[in-house]
């Protein structure tokens, strides 16, 4: 890549960042945040349906299967 084609690239890159910021701050706070939970949210962490299914499928738990039951519907103080 040529230097006037890195310039070029870098001034519409500014320009696009300026129309963005212009535009960003023409919404109203509720726009705003609706923005930022978009922007900012993280999908790199396992939803709860994941880790369930690891829980179930990994063999972590598999020792729990083996245990006693040590407690009843019967057990426990009457409401």
């Known amino acids: 890549m040529s230097v006037f084609t890195e310039l070029k690239t870098k001034d519409m890159n500014t320009q696009l960042v300026e129309s963005l910021i ?3 701050l023409s ?3 509720e726009e ?3 923005l930022e ?3 900012f ?3 790199s962490e396992p939803n709860t349906h994941e880790i369930v299914k ?3 499928t ?3 738990f598999d020792f729990l299967a083996d245990e006693p039951d040590l ?3 019967k057990d426990g103080e009457p409401i």
Do not use: E, N
Request: hydrophobic share 40%; charged share 15%.
């Open 37 to 39: 939970t978009k922007l």
């Open 22 to 24: 212009q535009v960003i």
């Open 32 to 34: 705003r945040k609706l």
């Open 71 to 73: 407690y009843s519907l």
């Open 27 to 29: 919404l109203s706070p």
């Open 58 to 60: 990994g063999g972590a």
């Open 41 to 43: 949210w993280d999908s």
């Open 54 to 56: 690891l829980a179930q």
